[in-house]
Nanobody, 128 residues
Framework: QLQLVESGGGLVQAGGSLRLSCAAS????????MAWFRQAPGKEREFVAA????????YYADSVKGRFTISRDNAKNTVYLQMNSLKPEDTAEYYC?????????????????????WGQGTQVTVSS
């Protein structure tokens, strides 16, 4: 059973940066597509970014493109989300997710139903 634990959240001023980490245990992440989602109070969980396991290709939500970077280090069994130029609207609980179907990353990886494992989340708060 794969377990995911997020860390790195916190309080930051607008324009600042944070790096989130998602550490996996129980199984290797080598053959999982990985993603970050976020959920603000009173809103639905939304896609942020995804990274594939075959060619390390990536997808981003339009709202974070050019500011956030997703990456993976299979040797450390960890996925990262580097967040720069943070805005108050980025405030949310951020969740790491793993897709175990073994297929190449696709546009379907923008959707919650594609993922089989979820972390418990880490809070990011951006003050104005």
């Amino acid at each position: 059973q794969l377990q995911l634990v997020e860390s790195g959240g916190g309080l930051v001023q607008a324009g600042g940066s944070l790096r989130l980490s998602c550490a996996a245990s129980g199984r290797s992440l080598d053959t999982y597509n990985m993603a970050w989602f976020r959920q603000a109070p009173g809103k639905e969980r939304e896609f942020v970014a995804a990274v594939g396991w075959i060619v390390n290709n990536t997808y981003y939500a339009d709202s974070v493109k050019g500011r956030f970077t997703i990456s993976r280090d299979n040797a450390k069994n960890t996925v990262y989300l580097q967040m720069n130029s943070l805005k108050p609207e980025d405030t949310a609980e951020y969740y790491c997710a793993a897709d175990r179907d073994g297929l190449e990353l696709s546009s379907h990886n923008r959707f919650l139903w594609k993922y089989d494992y979820w972390g418990q989340g880490t809070q990011v708060t951006v003050s104005s």
